[in-house]
Nanobody, 121 residues
Framework: QVQLVESGGGLEQPGGSLRLSCAASGSVFSIYSMSWYRQAPGKQRELVAVIISSGGTNYAESVKGRFTISRDNAKNTVYLQMSSLKPEDTAVYYC???????????????WGQGTQVTVSS
Protein backbone atom coordinates (compact mmCIF):
# COMPACT_ATOMS: atom_id res chain seq x y z
CA GLN A 1 0.00 0.00 0.00
CA VAL A 2 1.43 3.36 -1.07
CA GLN A 3 0.84 6.48 0.99
CA LEU A 4 1.78 10.10 0.42
CA VAL A 5 2.04 12.29 3.49
CA GLU A 6 2.39 16.07 3.23
CA SER A 7 3.81 18.32 5.91
CA GLY A 8 5.11 21.84 6.38
CA GLY A 9 1.97 23.85 5.88
CA GLY A 10 0.94 26.64 8.19
CA LEU A 11 0.38 30.35 8.55
CA GLU A 12 2.84 32.78 7.03
CA GLN A 13 2.88 36.50 6.34
CA PRO A 14 2.95 37.93 2.83
CA GLY A 15 6.52 37.95 1.61
CA GLY A 16 7.44 35.05 3.86
CA SER A 17 8.52 31.52 3.06
CA LEU A 18 7.42 27.97 3.74
CA ARG A 19 8.72 24.60 2.66
CA LEU A 20 6.33 21.74 2.05
CA SER A 21 7.40 18.11 2.12
CA CYS A 22 5.74 15.00 0.74
CA ALA A 23 7.05 11.55 1.53
CA ALA A 24 5.96 8.46 -0.38
CA SER A 25 6.00 5.30 1.69
CA GLY A 26 4.96 1.69 1.38
CA SER A 27 5.50 -0.31 -1.76
CA VAL A 28 7.36 2.19 -3.94
CA PHE A 29 9.57 0.71 -6.64
CA SER A 30 10.21 3.75 -8.79
CA ILE A 31 8.77 7.23 -9.17
CA TYR A 32 8.17 8.75 -12.58
CA SER A 33 6.97 12.12 -11.37
CA MET A 34 5.85 13.98 -8.29
CA SER A 35 3.73 17.09 -8.31
CA TRP A 36 2.15 19.70 -6.11
CA TYR A 37 -1.42 20.85 -6.64
CA ARG A 38 -3.42 23.37 -4.68
CA GLN A 39 -7.07 24.16 -4.19
CA ALA A 40 -8.48 27.29 -2.63
CA PRO A 41 -12.06 27.48 -1.33
CA GLY A 42 -14.46 27.95 -4.20
CA LYS A 43 -11.78 27.35 -6.81
CA GLN A 44 -10.73 24.40 -8.92
CA ARG A 45 -7.63 22.40 -8.15
CA GLU A 46 -4.62 23.62 -10.08
CA LEU A 47 -1.19 22.24 -10.82
CA VAL A 48 1.53 24.20 -9.06
CA ALA A 49 4.72 22.36 -9.97
CA VAL A 50 5.93 19.00 -11.24
CA ILE A 51 9.26 17.22 -11.23
CA ILE A 52 9.92 14.18 -13.41
CA SER A 53 12.40 11.35 -13.10
CA SER A 54 15.00 13.12 -15.22
CA GLY A 55 14.94 16.07 -12.86
CA GLY A 56 13.08 18.35 -15.21
CA THR A 57 10.54 20.71 -13.70
CA ASN A 58 7.53 22.75 -14.72
CA TYR A 59 5.67 25.45 -12.84
CA ALA A 60 2.41 27.27 -12.98
CA GLU A 61 2.91 30.77 -14.34
CA SER A 62 1.63 32.27 -11.11
CA VAL A 63 4.45 30.76 -9.04
CA LYS A 64 7.41 30.96 -11.41
CA GLY A 65 10.35 32.67 -9.79
CA ARG A 66 8.88 32.22 -6.32
CA PHE A 67 8.43 28.47 -5.83
CA THR A 68 10.97 25.70 -6.34
CA ILE A 69 10.20 21.99 -6.52
CA SER A 70 12.90 19.48 -5.67
CA ARG A 71 13.23 15.88 -4.61
CA ASP A 72 15.29 13.49 -2.54
CA ASN A 73 15.22 10.20 -4.40
CA ALA A 74 16.72 8.23 -1.54
CA LYS A 75 13.85 9.31 0.70
CA ASN A 76 11.11 9.21 -1.96
CA THR A 77 10.34 12.76 -0.94
CA VAL A 78 9.41 15.86 -2.89
CA TYR A 79 9.66 19.40 -1.58
CA LEU A 80 8.09 22.70 -2.50
CA GLN A 81 10.06 25.72 -1.38
CA MET A 82 7.70 28.67 -1.40
CA SER A 83 9.11 32.18 -1.17
CA SER A 84 7.69 35.67 -1.58
CA LEU A 85 4.34 34.29 -0.52
CA LYS A 86 1.18 36.11 -1.48
CA PRO A 87 -2.33 35.91 -0.03
CA GLU A 88 -3.35 34.35 -3.34
CA ASP A 89 -1.18 31.35 -2.46
CA THR A 90 -3.57 30.43 0.35
CA ALA A 91 -4.92 26.95 -0.38
CA VAL A 92 -4.76 23.32 0.55
CA TYR A 93 -1.68 21.91 -1.12
CA TYR A 94 -1.81 18.30 -2.33
CA CYS A 95 1.04 16.02 -3.23
CA UNK A 96 0.69 13.78 -6.27
CA UNK A 97 2.90 10.94 -7.45
CA UNK A 98 3.03 8.79 -10.55
CA UNK A 99 4.92 5.67 -9.59
CA UNK A 100 5.37 1.94 -9.82
CA UNK A 101 4.77 -0.07 -6.69
CA UNK A 102 6.66 -3.08 -8.07
CA UNK A 103 9.05 -3.89 -10.88
CA UNK A 104 6.28 -5.51 -12.93
CA UNK A 105 3.46 -3.20 -11.95
CA UNK A 106 2.00 -0.33 -13.94
CA UNK A 107 2.41 3.35 -13.28
CA UNK A 108 -0.26 4.50 -10.85
CA UNK A 109 -1.35 7.88 -9.52
CA UNK A 110 -1.49 8.55 -5.79
CA TRP A 111 -2.62 11.56 -3.79
CA GLY A 112 -1.79 12.87 -0.37
CA GLN A 113 -4.37 14.21 2.07
CA GLY A 114 -3.26 17.81 1.73
CA THR A 115 -1.72 20.44 3.95
CA GLN A 116 -3.14 23.91 4.58
CA VAL A 117 -1.12 26.97 3.62
CA THR A 118 -2.47 30.31 4.76
CA VAL A 119 -0.80 33.58 3.78
CA SER A 120 -2.17 36.49 5.75
CA SER A 121 -1.12 39.51 7.75
Amino acid sequence: QVQLVESGGGLEQPGGSLRLSCAASGSVFSIYSMSWYRQAPGKQRELVAVIISSGGTNYAESVKGRFTISRDNAKNTVYLQMSSLKPEDTAVYYCNANLRSSVTGPLMIYWGQGTQVTVSS
